[in-house]
């Protein structure tokens, strides 16, 4: 059997709320995992006025700011598949990496097929949290970042920026895979 070698990217979003196409997602972050230094990141027009406060206030965005800066969302998911495009050598599939992936990937994968009609990632992903679980055996709850810091003890903090996040994640994939790697061995 051939294996293709997986990319694996790591990717976060803001959002105004949590229901995909009813809420926005403001910005998109995403790096490679093992590059993260290869880094993409946009800021996306609103697809419409619903927002929740505590959503908006966790990042410091606005509508408005969003609404000027932004790009619409058929160009910056454009640019963003151009970018996945252009980072992943032939034959080799992009996986979509997060924290709390179904959160993430559920807006991405609407904003891909809405827009471009396709999503470079295919209909799955790679959720951090779940790794977590799996490796350590620990509660649902004991996933959340703060918990997994503890464990694994990265350099960078989540700050709800899309960018500096998936970078976080990205760092955090690594340390928690090389514990798997390190716990099949014993």
Known sequence: MNK???????????TTGPI????????????????????????LKP????????????TGLTLEKAEKDGLTPTEAMTQFADW????????????FVGL????DWGFVNYYFWKYLGYNPFGFSALDIKALFMGVT???WHDTKSSCIDKIVNPNQKGNHDALDDARYQAELFRLIYRLSQNTHKN
């Open 4 to 14: 293709k070698r997986e990319i694996f990217i790591s990717v976060d979003v803001e």
């Open 20 to 43: 995909v196409s009813e809420h926005s997602m403001l910005t998109v972050g995403a790096c490679l995992v093992y590059q993260p230094e290869v880094c993409f990141s946009t800021m």
């Open 47 to 58: 697809i419409s006025e619903k927002s929740i406060e505590e959503a908006l206030a966790v």
């Open 84 to 95: 996945i495009a252009d980072n992943i050598p032939e034959d080799c599939p992009p996986v």
């Open 100 to 103: 709390n992936a179904p959160f």
């Open 137 to 139: 055996g620990c509660t």
